[in-house]
């Protein structure tokens, strides 16, 4: 199966719901850095949710934001005829939402730094991310869950550290 050409991504942005879930909408697009503009678009989009949504149902949202991600960047991935595609972006936008749902409340300063030592942990891929990367590839529902599994380590990676942070300087 031949990929996606990238003229022809906006066309394939409004083919399936799969496909306007895995592109994030259509930040995922971004000619430059699509994970970042994909990073930002979630952070944005959390921050208008939690002035509709308690946090309890933030957590559920951000909950059913795995599995539908997984769903989604399955089935992208597939039809783009590429294992993992940067103009997926879910994954990106579900870990945000992750780390931001679990380290709040913070102000503008300790969302910003959140959001850059996510994009950091997702880049460069360091210890547990690279192995995480490199742990499901491919097709299919094992390439869709290593899509999202590497994102979530970098997430984890960015809660760990926000938490050392907390706990030997405040």
Excluded: N
């Excluded at 709040?104 to 210890?127: I, N, S």
Aim: hydrophobic share 60%; aromatic share 16%; charged share 10%.
């Amino acid at each position: 199966m031949p990929a996606i050409a990238p003229s022809q991504l906006r066309r394939f942005l409004l083919r399936h719901p799969a496909h306007f879930i895995a592109l994030g909408g259509g930040s995922g697009l971004s000619p430059v850095a699509p994970g970042t503009v994909g990073t930002l678009w979630g952070w944005l989009a959390f921050l208008v949710l939690q002035l509709w949504l308690p946090p309890a149902a933030l957590g559920w949202l951000v909950l059913a934001s795995l599995p539908v991600g997984w769903w989604a960047c399955t089935l992208a991935a597939r039809h783009m005829g590429v294992a993992d595609p940067g103009a997926v972006v879910w994954d990106e936008i579900a870990a945000i939402w992750l780390i931001l749902w679990l380290a709040m409340p913070m102000g503008f300063a300790g969302q910003a730094l959140a959001f850059a030592l996510f994009r950091y942990f997702d880049a460069a891929k360091p210890g547990p991310v690279g192995w995480a990367d490199r742990l499901f590839k491919g097709f299919g529902w094992r390439g869709g869950f290593g899509i999202m599994f590497d994102d979530l380590v970098a997430a984890g990676c960015t809660l760990l550290t926000i938490a050392l942070w907390r706990h030997f300087f405040f």
